[in-house]
Structure formats: C-alpha cells, structure tokens
C-alpha cells in the first residue's frame, strides 16, 4: 500500500542537513513531495532581484540534483498553486520552514487558516534563525531597538542554539508530474551577464560547507582586525548561502564554536559570532517594524531635504563617481554580486551623506545587484547607514572615504583590483568636494533636529 503523502514546501531553506521541515516530513513516514514555487505577485515590490535570481537558479538546480530530480517547481501565487498539489497528489500534509518578510508572513498566515479548513494538516518550523524574534524582547515585552542589549541581554541569555540536524538518511518521494524543472521558472535573464558570477561562487549546499570550512581554517584567526580590510580573504562569505538557507545559521553558529575554541580564537570568534547577532537583530527589527525597507525608524527623517540627482546616482551605481574605494567597491558589485562590509558602509555613507540621495536609491541598487540581498539585512544596514534606523550612528558621524581607504587599504590593493585606471587620466574627478558636502549633510540635518 502507498503511504501517506506530506509537500515540504521549500522557500529559504535550499538545503538537505539542518531542515527541520522536512526532517519532520521524514520522521513521519511520509512519501515527500518537494515543491519550489516562484511567487513574485505576493512579494510586490520586494519581488527577487536580478543578482539573487541568479543564485536562487543554481540554488535549485543543484537542490534538484541532490533530490535525485523529485522536486516540483511551479511559478505563481502560493495560495493558488498548494491546494492544485495537494489535489493532484493527495497529499495530507504540508510541512514549511519560516521566512520573515512581511509579506511571506501575512501570505503563509492565510493558506495556514485555508489548509486548516481543508483538514490539511500543517506545521512551520525555525530553520532561518538562531532566536526566534518574537523570543527575545525586553523584561518589559517591548522590542530592542539597540544591538548591543539585544545580542548580549536579550540572545546570549537564551538557551545557546540547538545543534543542527543531520541530513536524512534516506528520503521516500511520492511520484507526480508533471514537475517541470528550475528552467521553467524563468529566473535567468536572456543577455547571460550572470556568466561572470560562476567564477566567484560555488552555489549549493556542499559550496556554502566548502567556503566555511576554508574560512574557519584561514579567515577566523585575526577577523576581528582584519575582517576591516576589503583586500584580504577573511570574512566568511556567507551571507547568500545564508540568506538562501544553502546553509543554516546553527550549523555555522556551532561549527565556528568548534574551530573557534579548538585554535583558542576567543576574541576573533566572538566577533564573528556577534556578526551573525546582528543578523538577528535586523531580522527581529524588520518582524517588529514591518515598515523598516521604507520608513525611516526615527520619524523626524521623514521630513529630511533628500537632493534628486539622476545623472549622480548614475555615477555612483557605475562606480565612476571619482572616489577610489567607493568606485572599487561598486564595481566588485557589480562583478561578483557581493561588496565588502565596510566598504558598503562607505560607499552607502557617499550615496545618502555626501551626494544627499535618498537611501532608498541604494537599497534598491543593492536589491538588485546583490547575491545576498535580504530584506532585513538591507534595510536595517540602509536605515543604519542613513542615521534614520534603531540603533543607528550619530547623524554627524560622515565616513571620510579617504581616511577610511587610508586605513582599510592602506596599499591600494582593493582599489587597484577594481579600479585598474585609478591615477591615470582617465579616472574622472571626485563628484562632490568632502568637506562642503559634509557641511552641507550636517545642515540639512539640521533642518529636521
Ligand atoms: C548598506 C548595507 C547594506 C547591506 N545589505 C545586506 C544584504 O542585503 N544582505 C546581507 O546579508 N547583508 C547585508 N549587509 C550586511 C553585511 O555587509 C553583509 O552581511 C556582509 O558583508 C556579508 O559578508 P560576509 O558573509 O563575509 O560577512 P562576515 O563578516 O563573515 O559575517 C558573517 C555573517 O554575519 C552576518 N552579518 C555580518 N555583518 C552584518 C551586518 N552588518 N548586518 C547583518 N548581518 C550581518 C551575515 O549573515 C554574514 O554572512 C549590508 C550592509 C550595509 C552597510
């Protein structure tokens, strides 16, 4: 007799080991049947953008692979496309791993109520997170709002992350068709500009395994220093995998721990650890203040005398804006769908400081261009940067791109890597002088004081 039928529905979890959705499924006893479904019209203006689409495309392609060519792709409305597939497959159950987009939340919420009516069974399960943001909140209930509490009180009081789950030894799938493949999504653009992101990027579960091991063997030793420096391999570069869930946060959480404590890291351990703290918090602020990618936390910005300047933006997003470090590192978007943490704080500081650009702009720009582009890390880190966010800088605290460069690039190697006509003539002067900019920023803030 055939067994029971469960859909594990996949979204930001394109991973075998630690996917406690479909761990579930297994344990069961049920005959799985994985499905992806490309939903665009729920995400609105936060549909994928063109970099991301990119790497959920290979995402799949190899998740596909590992499931032995089972999964099932559909393009559409969620709410429409599960209830087909259950009927189609006579499916009891559908298992899921949460996302933290307000719209993923509002959307699953409904075909949740829907499924219930439906006598269809259904469960939703933690794979994204190391604290579940509705866990960490102030004695008196409240959200935090400044990193430092948050991550020390709020986090590291809780009972440490659970250890990730193995894999499962051996999953059962249910037959159906049709299950069309990741092709006929559409992810891919007809002009393959994406060609140059393969050379940079090994995107699968085993590649997101791969790039930790390497750092934690040659990038955790001095990253408290040298994860500043955008010319030297020591960050971790896990932000995709991450976001896409090639990998989860336990499992890098507790594999740094290991190789951390083993090599007596202490300090460059706890650093890193606290980075993947901040990526809690934006996700703990974007599900307490659903309006954070577009409404400036601290409402005095709303009124703030942003310049419109299309030609400028232009400049900054080509990297031509005549400001060595920020050209290198809009271009290294622009190659390899990834920047550098400080240099994204710097060129983000030019855009919204300097230039006096909207930070929407960026965002935007960073939507589209990012591999890793997350609706809770780029928000937060936009509203951080713009001085409107929770925990953000004082407002007259403006990067110096060239001080900063000075002491992050201190040999020019970042800056010649991207910016090999730097110094010649052909490198066009700096679009706004640093000094009457700034003074110009600090009086515009003055304005909404
Ligand atoms: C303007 C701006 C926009 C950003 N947009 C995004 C985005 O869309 N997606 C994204 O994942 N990160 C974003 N960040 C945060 C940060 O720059 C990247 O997470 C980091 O550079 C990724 O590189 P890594 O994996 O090597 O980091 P590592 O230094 O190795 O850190 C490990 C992990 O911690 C997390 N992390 C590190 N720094 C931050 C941070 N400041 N905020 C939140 N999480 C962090 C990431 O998941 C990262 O993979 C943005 C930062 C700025 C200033």
Redesign the pocket.
Known sequence: MSKKTAIVWFRQDLRLKDNPALTHAVQNGYDILPVYIYDQDNAGEWAIGEASRWWLFKSLQSMNEAMKGNMVFRSGKAGDILPALIKDSGAKAVFWNRCYEPWQIARDKKIKEALKVDNIETESFNASLLWEPWEVLKSDGTPYKVFTPYYRKGCLSKPAPAQPQDAPEKISYTDFSPRYSENDLELLPKIQWYRKLDQHWDVSEDGARARLDH?LENGLKGYKEK?NNPALDH?????PY??FGNISPREVWHTARLAGMAQNLESDLDC?CS??G??EF?HSLLYHFPDLPRKPLQEKFKAFPWAKDDGALARWQKGLTGIPIVDAGMRELWETG?M??RV??IV?SLLVKNMLLHWHH?EDW?WDC?V???LA??S???Q??AGCGADAAPYFRVFNPITQAEKFDPDLEYIKKWVPEYGTADYPDPIVDLKTSREKALEAYQQIK
């Open positions: 750092f994860r960050v971790s570069k896990m932000s991450l976001h890193f980075e993947l901040w990526r934006s990834w550098h943490n994204r704080m983000a960026g960073f990012l890793d582009a997350d890390n780029n937060a880190s936009w951080w940067v």
